[in-house]
């Protein structure tokens, strides 16, 4: 539980918590619970799974949310090493490359029209 209890204390921070820690500090902790429950602890078993239970009801629709993954992808301390599959990744990194390339088209548009002013 000690893993939960790190967890918590990275997200509850008032000074070093950003919008990119949240999935990549949800994706071990659910990894670990997972585990713990494959593992077929006897004794914390109910306790692991209403843990994960509850993180998984409360986190889940989050990893579909583009804006916290781009945050996540984006943040240097966590890039793209938080998401395990590659399939996943790969999509990932072409919406990354397609909204960066707009807002250099953007940015460029924008400094032509101010120098034409």
Not at 39 to 64: E, H, M, T, Y
Not at 85 to 104: A, G, T, W
Request: glycine share 4%; hydrophobic share 35%.
């Amino acid at each position: 539980m000690s893993l939960l209890a790190r967890s918590l204390d990275i997200l509850q921070g008032d000074t070093t918590m950003y919008l990119g820690y949240l999935l990549p500090v949800i994706v071990p902790l659910k990894s670990k619970l997972q585990q713990l429950k494959y593992d077929g602890l006897k004794f914390c078993d109910p306790s692991d799974n209403s843990i994960l239970n509850g993180v998984q009801d409360r986190f889940q629709a989050l990893f579909n949310r583009f804006y916290l993954i781009n945050a996540a992808c984006l943040h240097s301390k966590f890039k793209f090493d938080w998401i395990t599959e590659q399939s996943e990744k790969d999509p990932c990194m072409q919406r990354i490359e397609r909204l960066l390339n707009l807002n250099i088209i953007y940015t460029k548009k924008n400094q032509r029209e101010e120098r034409s002013s």
